[in-house]
């Protein structure tokens, strides 16, 4: 029996060498919906009964700066790198992959427990051969190994970006991160474009679920390898895998196949409406339809569910995009109505894999039933496949049988312990492009406030002027975002950013600390009557939000406060009622 496990974890520590542990379970769960994730148990074997300790020991006569002993001290391990290397669990069989047989993920420590030790190695009791004997701790710890994306879960932010695409914001909140990802990021598998859009939020949320949202909810999904996280909205090409069907259940050979496939499906909507009005003429109604999403197209099923959307359309200049959404949702319910369930016992394989399933022995009594079959391309035997999700669990208990209490009289055998391997894969079509699930947006408060502002960040040199649009809409810095300027600057200064390429030290407004031209909210706006204001810069405002949707402020009133008090001397003249059609701003006379 191997003295080593097909499975070790390596976690990085400042005070010392990579730490190794023998892992002896894992559970893995991956797809190109959500980041990986890794709970695994193992150990470390050590001359030391006690491992923690938060200071690096020294000998005297070693350099001051080189430990005696690792750091095991659960504080100094957390949000660690770590890389968990998988071997091939079947050490008499060779896969014949054109690849490298040890897989690795490569992500940071977001949980540890230590679980105990186990006092005394086998390998050093019951080795007769041996005339030193050296007892060596197995010391055991569970841990959970994650992407390190996952660090973008703990920051919560809220900024505006204007005039700009889906894809220059997701950069730019992921150059925050550029010093602690240590992945490259691929976007050479963006393919299609992305218009420009004059309002994307952040609010209330951390910068993992607002980049999340903004991909999947414009059909970009994004996983990683050890050392890239790529972002895609085609698949990345790579060359297809051959993998033979077997479903003999004594595979005793384990020969590297997929033993099962299993359809599973449910009842679900399957057209889907996105509607609006046009925002200049809104006597427009405007809808698009998707196509029904049928589950099989041979049953001819004439069932249709529908999900109607509506969305206000507020902006003048923007016309709103009643395509994507239907047609998005329209693709994701063809992912899940096409995509099957496989299991199989090779560790190797990734997402975004494509792979080949021979099944043609499994279909030779019904190629024997229908000769004419036999004439058809080669290709009806080979199904191409890629892969969307891989759940894999693994398990090498048989380490354990190296290390024994002596005061357990069980005989080894009697210890239950294995070495096994198994995985559940989701697998997609090849031709159809996956397509993630949609993101509800945060929910928008009902209201904030904010200032009106002009063309500079120096608003007392613009106060009570006019900064407007042919639409009569204006610019607001809303407060609730007004602080993280000073946040992402230490951010920028913490990272390394370069400064110098930023607005950061310029005298206008960065892009996520401003709107853009909102649309105000009248009392009346009848045809040829009713009430006009237009707020000015320095005016403190209202913001509410159309919808309830966080991507459509609009100015809705107005608010006096000490720096601009209200129009009667107050408390004094509390009862009169006053109306000002005029005032003359600094650049203004009258």
Do not use: W
Not at 501 to 526: C, D, G, M, Q, W
Not at 537 to 556: A, H, Q, R, T
Request: negative net charge; contains cysteine; hydrophobic residues 30%.
């Amino acid at each position: 029996m191997s003295l080593n496990s097909y499975m070790s974890l390596n976690i990085s520590n400042s005070t010392s060498n990579p730490l190794p542990f023998k892992i002896t379970k894992a559970l893995i769960k991956e797809s190109l919906e959500e980041l990986f994730s890794i709970e695994c148990e193992g150990f470390f074997e050590s001359l030391e009964q006690d491992l923690f300790s938060l200071n690096t020991l020294t000998n005297a006569s070693s350099h001051p700066s080189t430990p005696t002993t690792f750091n095991f001290h659960p504080n100094v391990l957390i949000d660690q790198e770590a890389i968990l290397s998988i071997h091939n669990p079947y050490e008499n069989n060779t896969l014949n992959f054109d690849n490298n047989e040890v897989k690795n993920y490569k992500g940071i420590i977001t949980y540890i427990k230590y679980l105990g030790i186990n006092h005394e190695s086998a390998l050093n009791i019951n080795d007769s051969t041996s005339n030193t004997k050296q007892i060596q701790y197995k010391h055991f710890f569970s841990f959970k190994l994650q992407s390190v994306l996952i660090r973008l879960s703990l920051n919560k932010a809220n900024r505006i970006y204007t005039h700009t695409n889906i894809i220059e914001v997701i950069k730019q909140t992921l150059g925050f991160y550029q010093d602690i990802l240590h992945k490259e990021i691929d976007y050479s598998n963006i393919h299609f474009n992305y218009e420009e859009q004059e309002l994307i939020s952040q609010y209330n949320e951390s910068d993992l679920d607002f980049i999340t949202r903004l991909s999947h909810n414009n059909g970009i999904f994004f996983y990683e390898d050890e050392n890239t996280i790529y972002f895609c909205d085609v698949y990345k090409n790579v060359k297809n895998k051959e993998i033979e069907y077997n479903p003999n259940i004594n595979n005793i050979l384990n020969q590297a196949c997929i033993s099962s496939i299993y359809k599973e499906q449910s009842l679900r909507t399957n057209s889907f409406t996105h509607s609006s009005i046009n925002a200049n003429t809104p006597l427009n109604l405007l809808s698009l339809h998707s196509s029904k999403v049928p589950y099989e197209q041979e049953l001819n099923n004439k069932a249709c569910y529908n999900e109607h959307f509506y969305e206000s359309e507020y902006s003048f200049t923007k016309s709103i995009d009643l395509k994507t959404k239907p047609s998005l949702k329209e693709k994701r319910a063809l992912v899940l109505n096409e995509s099957l369930l496989a299991k199989s016992n090779i560790y190797h394989l990734s997402l975004g894999d494509f792979i080949t399933l021979n099944y043609k022995e499994f279909n030779h009594q019904e190629e024997i039933k229908n000769q004419d079959e036999e004439k058809q391309d080669k290709a009806s035997l080979l199904k191409d496949f890629i892969i969307i999700a891989n759940t894999q669990i693994l398990i090498d208990d048989a380490i354990l049988a190296n290390s024994i209490n002596t005061n357990d009289h069980l005989n080894l055998k009697d210890l239950n312990l294995n070495k096994s391997y198994s995985n559940t894969l989701t697998l997609l079509k090849k031709n159809i492009i996956f397509t993630p699930s949609f993101k509800a947006k945060p929910k928008a408060p009902n209201s904030t406030q904010g200032i009106v502002i002009g063309e500079s960040k120096d608003i007392e040199s613009e106060r009570n002027t006019i900064y407007t649009d042919e639409h009569g809409r204006v610019k607001v810095r809303i407060n609730l975002y007004a602080n993280q300027e000073e946040l992402d600057n230490d951010t920028f200064i913490a990272n390394d950013i370069d400064i110098n390429s930023s607005n950061l030290s310029s005298n206008t407004y960065k892009s996520y600390h401003h709107t853009p031209f909102l649309r105000v909210a009248s009392h009346i706006a009848s045809n040829h009557s009713g009430f006009f204001h237009t707020p000015r810069i320095g005016d403190e405002v209202i913001i509410s939000f159309l919808d309830d949707d966080i991507d459509k402020p609009y100015v809705s009133g107005s608010l006096y406060n000490g720096a601009n008090p209200s129009l009667v001397n107050l408390p004094f003249n509390d009862h009169q009622t006053s109306l000002s059609s005029k005032t003359i701003g600094v650049n203004e006379e009258g």
